[in-house]
């Protein structure tokens, strides 16, 4: 390997390296890196240099190293780079490439984040040959495709062959978040992808190519709210029409029992020279078949605990390029358990699957079994190759298959065996970690005492938005929104959301809502303030979000009402730590939760805490609640039994 180049998308990644060596024996060993290699080591080390573009972000979606042209090309946001490697200084080539006129100034209208969503983010970057690339941009959610010009080897041209700018729905998403999964093949550009503006049209897309364009039919035994995640081109045999192209993928089961519809990884494949039905499935995939991929541990209570989301995946190419080694990455989705691992998987046992039986279900009240009734010809899944192409069959297409051939297919694209991996147990297991596992390299090295497998994996500092808080502030009073950024070096932007599907706005700024450095000041609040509060950081064009604070107002009308009308010498003013109705009738604490939520019992308490128990009060109304309590009973008392008695603390009255 020549060096490690390091484009960290957050100042606190991290790269782990293992070494496996023999697959077998790694248990005992296996949760140990080799080397741990912060970004700091990283700087410290003087060999990795940083770039950070030339418009002060860089927010880079997808890289190529061209090992051909000695590049590495970055698609970024708003532009495209290109690094020379051979060099200590970088000698970086910028291509400005934003959305189209008027393109991100639409997109914030119908919503989406000015801030993060609505620019042009490279997220296709494939050699197209060998002076060109192809590009793919989400261009403000309106995607668009050019051709690239690099020039001749030793040449370092870069430009945009201005004319190729088109359309490029279909070859990379709209959101530049939304995980995705592409290879160029050929001619031909195969994407995994939702291919619509609201995330609802998920499909495996072949684009450009002189074929006509081919997809999976919307239908959701097909994919059901896929994340695609790799897809790689992999022979079968030496007949190429064999070939297949193989999407890694998380959906949602359709074969998960209960209500909420699981999360599985797939491993899905479909023939390259598949050509769609005839009458049936016009262009759209007649061989589509996807299998579950397994990695599990067993647990102590004898239930697995499967590591079902899937986070990237790397094929291993061995000289033998019908089988490389699948190394995959997953994590736990589970609420109790956070843990990551790594799961190896062996071609033959992928084929074993396909070549299985099929999943089927007899109709809604039926369980999930192996189809057993007769299969069609050409086996659903397989390609038009030498096999089916005998004298007596003529199957030279997927467009002379058989309409019973297409109709299986289309009922049947899933497989009822599952993929297992190597040992049946993963190569690394990282439980409750406090950074997440995000991407693996694989790397086969010859040492003098064996083969190892170094695995590299990089990993960033976990933000969880789980980690909402909420703040209640009272109308026209005053609230604090903390937000402490790490470094003080970064810009410090305040957004608002206001309903969950609303788009979020900057704050703006004035004698009322004031920036200061631990956070946004609201000298006086009301009701129009509600929301949820953004806190992003950006630096060197790196973007966080370092808190998200949902603010709520309660009116002062609705506090009045609660302890206005019997509180004319603020005395007794409720506190939880000690709830007293006292003359009122109100159950108060029960309204305050109801204004609240019960979900929010500490931090009824906190609020309480601040705005009306503050220790002197509390002391001064002790005293007073005393000296009524002792009143009250002695005028009590005095009526049964005129006898002066000590006064005592009455417990609570809740
Ligand atoms: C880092 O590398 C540069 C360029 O080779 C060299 O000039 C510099 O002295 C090095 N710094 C350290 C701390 O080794
Ligand atoms: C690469 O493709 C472009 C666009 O089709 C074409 O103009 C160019 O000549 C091709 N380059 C080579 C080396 O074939
Ligand atoms: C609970 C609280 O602090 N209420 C205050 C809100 O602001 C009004 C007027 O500015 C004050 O009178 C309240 O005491």
Redesign the pocket.
């Known amino acids: 390997m020549k060096g490690l180049l390091c484009l960290t998308p957050t100042l606190s990644s991290l790269l782990l390296l293992f070494c496996l060596t023999d697959l077998q024996n790694v248990r005992a060993k296996m949760n140990i890196p080799r080397l741990r290699l912060s970004y700091k080591d990283l700087l410290a080390a003087n060999r990795s240099v940083m770039f950070f573009g030339h418009r002060s972000f860089l927010d880079f979606r997808s890289m190529f190293l061209d090992e051909y042209h000695d590049r590495l090309f970055i698609g970024a946001k708003d532009a495209l780079y290109s690094l020379q490697l051979d060099q200590t200084n970088i000698d970086a080539q910028e291509i400005y490439w934003p959305a189209l006129p008027g393109q991100e100034e639409e997109c914030a209208l119908k919503g989406k984040d000015p801030f993060s969503e609505c620019a042009n983010y490279v997220r296709v970057l494939h050699p197209y040959n060998r002076t060109h690339l192809l590009a793919c941009g989400t261009g403000a959610f309106q995607p668009i495709w050019a051709l690239i010009y690099v020039g001749h080897r030793g040449e370092h041209a870069f430009r945009m062959e201005v004319n190729s700018i088109q359309n490029g729905r279909g070859k990379c998403p709209h959101d530049p978040n939304r995980p995705f999964a592409s290879t160029f093949i050929g001619e031909e550009l195969y994407s995994g992808l939702t291919a619509d503006f609201l995330g609802r049209d998920p499909v495996i897309f072949r684009s450009l190519g002189s074929r006509s364009a081919m997809r999976t039919e919307l239908d959701q035994r097909m994919l059901q709210d896929p994340k695609f995640v790799a897809a790689h081109l992999i022979p079968d045999n030496v007949d190429r029409d064999n070939d297949k192209v193989y999407f890694f993928f998380t959906e949602k089961a359709m074969e998960s029992e209960g209500k909420v519809r699981a999360i599985y990884s797939r491993i899905g494949r479909i023939c390259a020279n598949d050509a769609g039905g005839q009458r049936a499935l016009v262009n759209k995939w007649s061989t589509f078949v996807k299998a579950r991929l397994i990695c599990s541990v067993p647990g102590p209570d004898g239930i697995d605990t499967y590591f079902d989301e899937l986070e990237d995946v790397f094929l291993l190419r061995t000289k033998d390029e019908k089988n490389p080694e699948i190394y995959a990455l997953f994590s736990t989705i589970s609420n109790v358990f956070q843990g990551y691992a790594v799961c190896v998987y062996h071609m033959a046992d992928i084929r074993e699957v396909f070549n299985g039986p099929y999943a089927h279900k007899e109709g809604p009240d039926y369980q999930w079994t192996a189809y057993e009734g007769k299969v069609p010809y050409p086996r659903p899944g397989s390609c038009p190759s030498k096999i089916t192409t005998q004298p007596s069959r003529l199957y030279t297409s997927t467009k002379n298959y058989p309409d019973d051939v297409l109709h299986f297919a289309r009922s049947h694209p899933l497989m009822f065996q599952s993929v297992f991996p190597i040992n049946q147990h993963p190569v690394l297991i990282k439980t409750n970690v406090q950074y997440k596992m995000t991407q693996i390299v694989v790397d086969r090295v010859e040492a003098e005492d064996s083969q190892y497998d170094v695995m590299f994996i990089g990993t960033v500092e976990e933000f969880d938005s789980a980690e909402e808080r909420v703040v209640y502030g ?1 109308e ?2 005053s609230t604090f929104l903390e937000c402490i950024p790490k470094s003080l070096q970064a810009t410090v932007k305040w957004f608002i959301q206001r309903a969950v599907d609303d788009m979020k706005d900057e704050v703006k700024t004035d004698d009322r809502i004031i920036k200061t450095e631990h956070g946004l000041l609201f000298r006086k609040i009301y009701r129009m303030d509600e929301g949820t509060y953004y806190c992003k950081t950006m630096e060197h064009g790196f973007t966080q979000t370092v808190s998200k604070i949902s603010l709520e107002v309660i009116e ?1 009308g609705q ?1 009045d009402e609660i302890f206005g009308r019997d509180d004319e010498e603020h005395t007794n003013r409720p506190c939880v730590t000690q709830p007293r109705r006292l003359h009122s009738q109100k159950p108060w604490f029960k309204d305050i939760m109801q204004l609240i939520g019960y979900s929010n019992l500490h931090r009824v308490e906190e609020y309480c805490e601040r ?1 009306w128990c503050n220790e002197k009060q509390r002391k001064k109304r002790k005293m007073m609640v005393n000296k009524w309590k002792y009143v009250g009973e002695v005028g009590r008392r005095a009526k049964s039994k005129p006898r002066n008695r000590t006064p005592r603390h009455i417990p609570a009255d809740t």
């Open positions: 009272t026209h009073n002062s506090l705005v």
